[in-house]
């Protein structure tokens, strides 16, 4: 499936914690499509001085009224090639840095029910940083691990 997100500034918390709200988006899989919905954030930390930890919880709403739930963590490695980007908000794509995650789904959507027993692994695909600039755009390939 391919998550593609909104992402607002962060709130920064101190130095050890930028919050991002997530306002939007879709989820698009093998036979659904999901709104992202209120409530969706993500609570970023820095795990050491390139890597940034992800804690990600996201809502979202199919088509047939039924709910997705999200959460992940994941880890993001910022090199010397992308970190002038992130703070320009130019595109990054996938293949310039480490940025993958772990989602685990809870859905009450019959359809989708087996989504609740799998593991699933994220790959960022292109990413706009949220910043100065305004908001940013997130888009994952998220894979079911077999």
Known sequence: MTMAATIDP????GDDLSIYNVPGGTILG???????IAPS???ARPVSSNVIGLDVRLSAQT????????????????N???????ASGEEIHGSEMYFTTNPVVKTNDPQLAWMNDTIFVGKM?????AGA????HLVYDIYKVA
Do not use: C
Request: proline share 4%; net charge neutral.
């Open 80 to 86: 010397d090639k992308v970190a002038p980007k992130m």
């Open 125 to 129: 695909q292109r990413n706009t940083m």
């Open 10 to 13: 962060p709130q920064q918390v």
């Open 133 to 136: 600039n305004g908001q940013g």
């Open 41 to 43: 954030a993500d609570w």
């Open 63 to 78: 088509e047939s009224g039924h709910y997705l739930y999200l959460t992940y963590t994941g880890r993001v490695v910022i």
């Open 30 to 36: 093998d036979g659904f499509t999901a709104s992202i």
